[in-house]
């Protein structure tokens, strides 16, 4: 399935106004497991650093994790990357609105490419590595830009079924993804190979996580991609499903996962 395509109807939706962008920040607060474990390692971030870093959100995507990180502190200068322009300008235009130009800004570039020696305290990777085929280059840039004991924090699909593939013969829910998601071991010796010093990493999306991935994200963009019509039943169905996805996405973030289909990782130079 391709998710591009779908990005680009929800951009239109979500750019006719603040308003509607804050309202799908949220929605996506919401929905996706994945921001509920970035959101507590953020928080877990600030507890250690204080009010004062320089962070770069690698792979921004709509913003939603730059927006939430510039309401945790006033002081927090967050560099964004893209590689899709329009979305850069977007964002930028979106962050000027909101009177954040100074301490937000986004940015065209390729992480392949981008880095700034010693810049950053943290960088965060969010649904970004699985889609590059050269991930070893982008760790080694992470780790160029980090400062000493900086973090750099993951969020990315595992090999125990992750972009939907559970045996051989699957093929990924993501089209655009170039690996289905990484090994355990895998992931944690080309971070090492990078420079990272220490790297912890555990599962999320349990049986629970992917049962609420599968209503809330699955199901739906799998109608969106037949036709754009069911934007129009897409309310309705999210008021029948919403609750259940919620206490699964809950049972999932407070248990300690045996395995998942969903990595994160945490790694400091």
Not at 17 to 29: A, G, H, N, Q, T
Not at 210 to 217: E, N, R, V
């Amino acid at each position: 399935m391709q998710y591009d395509p779908i990005k680009k109807s929800l951009g239109k939706i979500v750019n006719r106004s603040v308003v509607s962008r804050i309202l799908f920040y949220k929605l996506l607060d919401i929905l996706l497991l994945r921001a509920w474990y970035i959101k507590r390692e953020i928080r877990s971030f600030k507890q250690r650093t204080g009010n004062e870093a320089d962070i770069l959100d690698a792979g921004a995507g709509f913003g939603q994790y730059s927006y939430f990180m510039s309401s945790l502190s006033k002081n927090w200068r967050i560099t964004a990357v893209e590689l899709k322009s329009e979305e850069v300008e977007a964002c930028n235009r979106f962050f000027s609105t909101i009177q954040h130009p100074r301490r937000t800004f986004f940015e065209e570039a390729n992480l392949l490419t981008y880095r700034k020696k010693e810049g950053f305290d943290l960088i965060l990777s969010v649904d970004v590595m699985e889609h590059i085929p050269e991930d070893d280059r982008v760790f080694e840039n992470f780790c160029f830009s980090l400062k000493p004991g900086g973090l750099l924090l993951i969020s990315t699909p595992s090999d125990r079924g992750g972009s939907n593939v559970h045996h051989e013969l699957d093929e990924s829910f993501i089209d655009e993804h170039v690996r289905d998601g990484y090994n355990w071991d895998e992931i944690t010796k080309k971070l090492r190979a990078a420079g990272f010093s220490r790297i912890d990493r555990y599962y999320s999306y349990s049986r629970y996580g992917t049962l609420a991935w599968k209503l809330s994200m699955k199901y739906p963009i799998s109608l969106l991609n037949l036709s754009k019509v069911f934007f129009v039943i897409l309310p309705l169905y999210y008021l029948l499903t919403l609750p259940l996805s919620l206490c699964f996405n809950l049972i999932d973030v407070n248990k300690k996962q045996q395995t998942g289909t969903g990595l994160i990782v945490k790694a400091w130079k």
